[in-house]
Protein backbone atom coordinates (compact mmCIF):
# COMPACT_ATOMS: atom_id res chain seq x y z
CA UNK A 1 0.00 0.00 0.00
CA UNK A 2 1.46 3.56 -1.13
CA UNK A 3 1.92 6.09 1.52
CA UNK A 4 -1.27 8.05 -0.61
CA UNK A 5 -3.55 5.17 -0.61
CA UNK A 6 -6.74 6.38 1.04
CA UNK A 7 -8.37 4.40 3.47
CA UNK A 8 -11.49 3.50 2.29
CA UNK A 9 -12.75 1.73 5.42
CA UNK A 10 -12.35 2.33 8.91
CA UNK A 11 -9.86 0.40 11.02
CA UNK A 12 -10.46 -1.15 13.64
CA UNK A 13 -8.88 -0.10 16.66
CA UNK A 14 -8.72 -1.16 20.69
CA UNK A 15 -7.81 1.25 23.20
CA UNK A 16 -6.69 -0.26 26.54
CA UNK A 17 -6.69 1.95 29.25
CA UNK A 18 -8.73 5.02 28.98
CA UNK A 19 -7.56 7.27 31.59
CA UNK A 20 -6.41 11.01 30.29
CA UNK A 21 -3.82 9.86 27.60
CA UNK A 22 -6.09 6.69 25.73
CA UNK A 23 -9.33 8.77 25.98
CA UNK A 24 -7.36 11.78 24.06
CA UNK A 25 -6.02 8.96 21.51
CA UNK A 26 -9.63 7.95 21.19
CA UNK A 27 -11.10 10.92 20.52
CA UNK A 28 -7.77 11.54 17.66
CA UNK A 29 -8.57 8.44 16.33
CA UNK A 30 -12.64 8.79 16.04
CA UNK A 31 -12.24 12.59 14.51
CA UNK A 32 -10.22 11.14 12.10
CA UNK A 33 -13.20 9.36 10.49
CA UNK A 34 -10.86 6.57 9.81
CA UNK A 35 -10.97 4.66 12.55
CA UNK A 36 -13.81 3.18 14.59
CA UNK A 37 -12.74 2.77 18.50
CA UNK A 38 -13.51 0.47 21.05
CA UNK A 39 -12.30 1.17 24.34
CA UNK A 40 -11.92 -0.34 27.44
CA UNK A 41 -12.86 1.10 30.59
CA UNK A 42 -12.74 0.12 34.09
CA UNK A 43 -13.29 2.13 37.20
CA UNK A 44 -14.63 4.64 34.80
CA UNK A 45 -17.19 2.30 33.12
CA UNK A 46 -20.37 2.74 34.76
CA UNK A 47 -20.12 6.84 34.63
CA UNK A 48 -19.02 6.64 30.50
CA UNK A 49 -21.91 4.36 29.65
CA UNK A 50 -24.48 6.09 31.35
CA UNK A 51 -23.27 9.91 30.71
CA UNK A 52 -20.45 9.44 27.84
CA UNK A 53 -16.78 11.59 28.56
CA UNK A 54 -17.18 15.58 29.77
CA UNK A 55 -13.44 16.19 27.65
CA UNK A 56 -12.01 20.00 27.64
CA UNK A 57 -9.00 19.93 25.02
CA UNK A 58 -6.47 22.47 24.09
CA UNK A 59 -6.43 20.62 20.83
CA UNK A 60 -10.16 19.52 20.52
CA UNK A 61 -12.34 21.79 22.03
CA UNK A 62 -15.32 21.35 24.29
CA UNK A 63 -16.76 17.78 24.03
CA UNK A 64 -19.79 17.01 26.33
CA UNK A 65 -21.40 13.02 26.61
CA UNK A 66 -18.51 11.98 23.83
CA UNK A 67 -18.10 8.35 23.68
CA UNK A 68 -16.12 5.97 20.99
CA UNK A 69 -17.76 3.74 19.23
CA UNK A 70 -17.78 1.36 21.44
CA UNK A 71 -17.32 0.85 25.29
CA UNK A 72 -16.40 -2.28 26.94
CA UNK A 73 -15.50 -3.04 30.35
CA UNK A 74 -12.74 -6.19 29.90
CA UNK A 75 -10.46 -6.64 26.80
CA UNK A 76 -12.80 -8.58 23.89
CA UNK A 77 -12.37 -11.83 21.95
CA UNK A 78 -10.46 -11.10 18.46
CA UNK A 79 -13.84 -11.82 16.16
CA UNK A 80 -11.77 -13.81 13.02
CA UNK A 81 -14.62 -11.62 10.60
CA UNK A 82 -13.50 -8.35 11.76
CA UNK A 83 -10.32 -8.70 13.80
CA UNK A 84 -8.56 -5.58 15.55
CA UNK A 85 -6.02 -3.33 13.12
CA UNK A 86 -4.92 -2.02 15.63
CA UNK A 87 -4.51 -2.50 19.79
CA UNK A 88 -3.13 0.57 21.58
CA UNK A 89 -1.93 0.34 25.12
CA UNK A 90 -2.07 3.63 27.35
CA UNK A 91 -2.68 1.64 30.72
CA UNK A 92 0.07 2.22 33.15
CA UNK A 93 3.04 -1.05 32.93
CA UNK A 94 3.53 -1.57 36.05
CA UNK A 95 4.86 -5.53 35.45
CA UNK A 96 4.51 -6.29 39.17
CA UNK A 97 0.84 -5.27 38.76
CA UNK A 98 -0.20 -6.21 35.56
CA UNK A 99 1.02 -8.23 33.08
CA UNK A 100 0.80 -6.36 29.45
CA UNK A 101 1.01 -9.10 26.67
CA UNK A 102 -1.48 -11.79 29.19
CA UNK A 103 -4.15 -8.69 29.48
CA UNK A 104 -4.33 -7.67 25.40
CA UNK A 105 -3.93 -11.43 24.23
CA UNK A 106 -7.67 -11.98 23.70
CA UNK A 107 -7.34 -9.36 21.35
CA UNK A 108 -4.35 -9.91 19.10
CA UNK A 109 -4.89 -11.78 15.57
CA UNK A 110 -1.34 -13.29 15.09
CA UNK A 111 -0.03 -11.90 12.32
CA UNK A 112 -2.62 -9.40 11.89
CA UNK A 113 -3.08 -6.80 14.38
CA UNK A 114 -0.28 -4.11 15.29
CA UNK A 115 0.43 -3.54 18.81
CA UNK A 116 0.98 0.40 19.35
CA UNK A 117 2.59 0.98 22.67
CA UNK A 118 1.51 5.04 24.13
CA UNK A 119 3.62 3.91 27.73
CA UNK A 120 6.87 4.95 29.11
CA UNK A 121 9.46 3.24 30.03
CA UNK A 122 12.71 1.84 28.53
CA UNK A 123 12.65 -1.62 26.36
CA UNK A 124 8.99 -2.17 26.88
CA UNK A 125 8.64 -3.06 23.20
CA UNK A 126 10.30 -6.51 24.04
CA UNK A 127 8.18 -9.00 26.08
CA UNK A 128 5.73 -7.87 23.20
CA UNK A 129 7.40 -8.89 20.92
CA UNK A 130 8.42 -11.99 22.09
CA UNK A 131 4.76 -12.40 22.97
CA UNK A 132 3.28 -12.25 19.92
CA UNK A 133 6.31 -13.04 17.45
CA UNK A 134 4.00 -12.37 13.93
CA UNK A 135 2.33 -9.17 15.24
CA UNK A 136 4.26 -5.50 14.10
CA UNK A 137 5.01 -3.21 17.65
CA UNK A 138 5.11 0.54 16.41
CA UNK A 139 5.90 2.52 20.40
CA UNK A 140 5.22 6.14 20.87
CA UNK A 141 6.81 8.00 24.13
CA UNK A 142 3.54 9.93 24.86
CA UNK A 143 3.91 13.94 26.28
CA UNK A 144 0.06 14.83 26.05
CA UNK A 145 -1.08 16.42 28.89
CA UNK A 146 -4.61 14.66 29.64
CA UNK A 147 -5.97 13.73 33.52
CA UNK A 148 -8.87 11.85 33.41
CA UNK A 149 -11.50 11.48 36.83
CA UNK A 150 -14.47 9.67 36.99
CA UNK A 151 -15.30 10.70 33.14
CA UNK A 152 -13.84 14.03 33.20
CA UNK A 153 -10.65 14.65 31.26
CA UNK A 154 -8.55 17.94 31.28
CA UNK A 155 -6.31 17.87 27.93
CA UNK A 156 -4.08 20.85 28.62
CA UNK A 157 -1.01 20.31 26.53
CA UNK A 158 -0.42 19.90 22.49
CA UNK A 159 -1.10 16.27 21.85
CA UNK A 160 2.67 15.94 20.15
CA UNK A 161 4.62 13.13 19.98
CA UNK A 162 7.17 10.77 18.24
CA UNK A 163 6.07 7.26 16.84
CA UNK A 164 8.19 4.66 15.01
CA UNK A 165 8.38 0.60 14.34
CA UNK A 166 10.91 -1.31 17.27
CA UNK A 167 11.51 -3.35 14.42
CA UNK A 168 10.43 -7.72 15.25
CA UNK A 169 12.83 -9.27 13.62
CA UNK A 170 11.05 -12.15 12.23
CA UNK A 171 9.35 -9.50 10.04
CA UNK A 172 9.47 -7.92 6.78
CA UNK A 173 10.50 -4.07 7.33
CA UNK A 174 8.39 -2.74 4.38
CA UNK A 175 5.67 -4.42 5.87
CA UNK A 176 5.95 -2.81 9.67
CA UNK A 177 6.51 0.93 8.11
CA UNK A 178 3.50 0.25 6.07
CA UNK A 179 1.81 0.11 9.31
CA UNK A 180 3.39 2.92 11.00
CA UNK A 181 2.75 5.42 7.87
CA UNK A 182 -0.98 4.17 8.17
CA UNK A 183 -1.36 4.29 11.43
CA UNK A 184 0.25 7.75 11.66
CA UNK A 185 -1.96 8.96 8.70
CA UNK A 186 -5.13 8.24 10.76
CA UNK A 187 -3.92 10.30 14.07
CA UNK A 188 -3.01 12.95 12.53
CA UNK A 189 -6.58 12.92 10.40
CA UNK A 190 -8.26 15.27 12.97
CA UNK A 191 -5.73 17.77 11.36
CA UNK A 192 -5.47 18.99 14.89
CA UNK A 193 -2.54 16.97 16.38
CA UNK A 194 0.80 15.62 15.51
CA UNK A 195 2.26 12.19 15.70
CA UNK A 196 5.52 12.48 13.61
CA UNK A 197 7.28 9.23 12.48
CA UNK A 198 11.00 8.96 12.82
CA UNK A 199 13.48 5.73 12.15
CA UNK A 200 14.88 5.51 15.24
CA UNK A 201 12.35 5.61 18.37
CA UNK A 202 14.24 4.16 21.07
CA UNK A 203 16.76 7.27 20.57
CA UNK A 204 13.54 9.66 21.20
CA UNK A 205 12.80 7.03 24.54
CA UNK A 206 16.29 7.81 25.42
CA UNK A 207 15.88 11.20 25.30
CA UNK A 208 12.42 11.53 27.17
CA UNK A 209 14.08 9.26 29.84
CA UNK A 210 16.76 11.52 31.02
CA UNK A 211 13.19 13.52 32.52
CA UNK A 212 11.68 10.77 33.24
CA UNK A 213 14.44 8.46 34.76
CA UNK A 214 15.64 10.88 36.72
CA UNK A 215 13.17 14.00 37.79
CA UNK A 216 10.18 11.71 38.26
CA UNK A 217 12.02 9.20 40.77
CA UNK A 218 13.82 12.01 42.58
CA UNK A 219 10.47 14.32 43.35
CA UNK A 220 8.49 10.59 43.86
CA UNK A 221 11.09 10.32 46.84
CA UNK A 222 11.45 13.67 48.14
CA UNK A 223 7.90 14.55 47.65
CA UNK A 224 9.00 17.77 46.63
CA UNK A 225 7.67 19.01 42.97
CA UNK A 226 9.70 20.01 39.61
CA UNK A 227 10.43 23.23 40.62
CA UNK A 228 11.52 22.89 44.35
CA UNK A 229 13.61 19.68 44.37
CA UNK A 230 15.73 22.50 41.94
CA UNK A 231 15.45 25.38 43.86
CA UNK A 232 15.94 23.51 47.05
CA UNK A 233 19.57 22.68 45.92
CA UNK A 234 18.44 19.11 44.83
CA UNK A 235 19.53 20.36 40.93
CA UNK A 236 23.49 20.31 41.51
CA UNK A 237 23.34 17.51 44.05
CA UNK A 238 20.97 14.95 42.37
CA UNK A 239 19.30 16.02 39.24
CA UNK A 240 22.20 16.94 36.85
CA UNK A 241 24.64 14.20 38.25
CA UNK A 242 21.84 11.52 37.79
CA UNK A 243 21.33 13.13 33.91
CA UNK A 244 24.67 12.82 33.47
CA UNK A 245 24.50 9.22 33.97
CA UNK A 246 21.38 8.29 32.36
CA UNK A 247 23.26 9.91 29.09
CA UNK A 248 26.38 8.11 29.61
CA UNK A 249 23.78 4.86 29.66
CA UNK A 250 22.05 5.73 26.45
CA UNK A 251 25.57 6.76 24.99
CA UNK A 252 26.89 2.93 26.05
CA UNK A 253 23.28 1.32 24.11
CA UNK A 254 24.85 3.16 20.82
CA UNK A 255 22.61 6.63 21.39
CA UNK A 256 24.51 9.54 21.65
CA UNK A 257 22.09 12.61 23.21
CA UNK A 258 24.07 15.16 22.53
CA UNK A 259 26.32 18.25 23.96
CA UNK A 260 24.21 20.31 25.97
CA UNK A 261 21.27 18.18 26.34
CA UNK A 262 21.53 17.93 30.14
CA UNK A 263 21.17 22.05 30.19
CA UNK A 264 18.81 21.66 27.42
CA UNK A 265 16.40 19.33 29.16
CA UNK A 266 16.29 20.89 32.79
CA UNK A 267 16.09 24.84 31.29
CA UNK A 268 12.99 23.90 28.69
CA UNK A 269 10.56 24.61 31.62
CA UNK A 270 11.16 27.58 32.87
CA UNK A 271 11.11 27.56 37.13
CA UNK A 272 7.65 29.05 37.32
CA UNK A 273 5.81 25.89 35.34
CA UNK A 274 6.53 23.91 37.95
CA UNK A 275 4.46 20.86 38.53
CA UNK A 276 4.19 17.42 40.35
CA UNK A 277 5.37 15.08 37.98
CA UNK A 278 3.13 12.22 37.19
CA UNK A 279 5.32 9.15 39.52
CA UNK A 280 4.88 11.90 42.50
CA UNK A 281 1.12 11.92 41.84
CA UNK A 282 1.11 8.45 42.08
CA UNK A 283 2.41 8.30 45.44
CA UNK A 284 0.44 11.14 46.34
CA UNK A 285 -2.99 8.71 45.34
CA UNK A 286 -1.26 5.87 46.79
CA UNK A 287 -0.73 4.08 43.27
CA UNK A 288 1.76 1.79 42.50
CA UNK A 289 4.65 3.40 40.36
CA UNK A 290 6.15 2.45 36.98
CA UNK A 291 9.52 1.75 38.73
CA UNK A 292 11.03 -1.05 36.40
CA UNK A 293 10.21 0.66 32.90
CA UNK A 294 11.09 3.92 34.19
CA UNK A 295 14.63 3.06 35.47
CA UNK A 296 14.71 -0.58 36.00
CA UNK A 297 15.12 -1.42 32.27
CA UNK A 298 17.96 1.36 31.88
CA UNK A 299 20.08 0.42 34.89
CA UNK A 300 19.84 -2.99 33.32
CA UNK A 301 21.52 -1.76 30.15
CA UNK A 302 24.06 -0.22 32.63
CA UNK A 303 24.72 -3.53 33.68
CA UNK A 304 24.90 -4.49 30.81
CA UNK A 305 27.02 -2.52 29.00
CA UNK A 306 29.36 -1.77 32.34
CA UNK A 307 28.35 1.79 33.03
CA UNK A 308 29.01 2.39 36.37
CA UNK A 309 25.49 4.46 37.88
CA UNK A 310 25.45 4.95 41.98
CA UNK A 311 23.47 7.28 41.91
CA UNK A 312 20.56 6.06 40.09
CA UNK A 313 21.22 2.24 41.39
CA UNK A 314 21.02 4.30 44.97
CA UNK A 315 17.64 6.25 43.39
CA UNK A 316 16.17 2.95 41.98
CA UNK A 317 16.50 1.21 45.55
CA UNK A 318 14.71 3.72 47.23
CA UNK A 319 12.53 3.71 44.77
CA UNK A 320 11.77 -0.07 45.05
CA UNK A 321 11.45 0.40 49.01
CA UNK A 322 8.53 3.25 47.85
CA UNK A 323 7.11 0.64 45.71
CA UNK A 324 7.09 -2.21 48.17
CA UNK A 325 4.87 0.25 50.30
CA UNK A 326 2.22 0.70 47.76
CA UNK A 327 1.87 -2.91 46.68
CA UNK A 328 1.72 -3.78 50.75
CA UNK A 329 -1.03 -0.88 51.13
CA UNK A 330 -3.08 -2.33 48.37
CA UNK A 331 -2.85 -6.38 49.39
CA UNK A 332 -0.78 -7.19 46.96
CA UNK A 333 2.36 -7.83 49.02
CA UNK A 334 2.58 -8.64 52.49
CA UNK A 335 4.77 -6.76 55.04
CA UNK A 336 6.32 -7.78 58.00
CA UNK A 337 4.55 -7.23 61.27
CA UNK A 338 5.59 -4.22 63.37
CA UNK A 339 6.49 -5.11 67.21
CA UNK A 340 5.19 -2.87 69.46
CA UNK A 341 7.71 -0.04 70.33
CA UNK A 342 7.76 -1.30 73.65
CA UNK A 343 9.82 -4.45 72.61
CA UNK A 344 12.14 -2.33 71.32
CA UNK A 345 15.33 -1.62 73.29
Known amino acids: ?38 AVLRSNYEQVTQHGFEIESIDHGRLSNWRPSAVVNSVPMADLK ?18 IPKIIAPAITPGHTTIVLFQNGMYIEPPIIEAFPTNAVLSAPSYIGAHEHNGHVVHDDHDNFHIGVFHNTSLDEASEREKLEEFARIYNGSKVVDANIVDDIVFYRWRKLLWNGVFNPMCAITQLNSGAIRTFGGEHSLIRPGMMEMVSIAKADGYDLGPGIVDEVIDRPPLELAFRPSML ?65
Open 1 to 38: MSHNTPITEKRRVLVVGSGGVGTMVSVALERSNMASVT
Open 82 to 99: APFDYVIVTMKNIPEVNN
Open 281 to 345: VDVDKGNPIEVEVILGNALRVAKEKGVPTPLLDTTYRFLKLIQARLLAARGLIVEPKELPTTDLI
